[in-house]
């Protein structure tokens, strides 16, 4: 899932977090460390969702960021690390941090991409399915149930029939209740 940044969203991201997944958080290099600090929300929401789950760490806009702060980003993934990484409790497991320039297919996105790949493949199913590595079977091996699968086929059919009708996607409780729960009153 990709979600927005807008606070409008924040209250619907819970909806879609789930301890079977490898999350990547993107955040704007440009933000330096004003933007470290905003990493705590968005990993105290994944904690608290998916207690133990697995983070990448991106920085993003690396090719807009100066050449004299560009000095500054081993510092910015200490800093990461020193705050939210391993032996820090109450947050995910962050994986790795990575810092990228999106519009371009370089090493550092290479390197990103081979890194996503290699993590999600390594993530073995644990008891209470947090992803955490247990000597299990495969998170990406394991079955999707067949609900999520129809879940998902609702949500394109009402966005689509919303595009299609010129409105904006958006409803209360009670109207999501009767779409996708077959729910009524």
């Known amino acids: 899932w990709d979600f927005g940044g807008q606070k409008e969203y924040y209250a619907t991201h819970q909806y879609f977090l789930s301890r079977r ?10 933000d330096m460390e004003e933007g ?3 990493l705590r929300s968005w990993l105290l929401n994944i904690q608290a969702r998916a207690p133990y789950a697995n983070v990448i ?5 690396l090719d807009t960021v100066p050449a004299k702060k560009k000095n ?3 510092k910015l993934e200490e800093r990461i690390n020193s705050l939210y990484g391993k032996g820090r409790e109450g947050y995910p ?6 810092f990228v320039d999106a519009k371009a297919n370089n090493s550092r996105m290479r390197e990103l991409r081979n890194f996503i790949y290699s993590t999600a493949s390594e993530l ?4 209470g399915g947090s992803g955490r590595s247990a000597k299990g079977p495969r998170l990406m091996e394991d079955q999707v149930p067949s609900s999520y699968m129809e879940l998902g086929r609702q949500v394109r059919k009402v966005a689509m029939d919303y595009r299609k009708s010129r409105l904006a ?12 729960l077959n729910e009524t009153g």
């Open 57 to 61: 760490i991106v920085g993003s806009f």
């Open 21 to 30: 997944a490898l999350y990547l958080l993107l955040w704007d290099t440009r």
């Open 36 to 38: 470290v600090d905003s």
């Open 169 to 180: 996607p958006l409803f209360d409780a009670k109207k999501f209740r009767e779409t996708f």
């Open 72 to 74: 500054d980003l081993p």
């Open 93 to 98: 497991t962050i994986k790795g941090v990575f």
């Open 124 to 127: 073995e199913v644990s008891e």
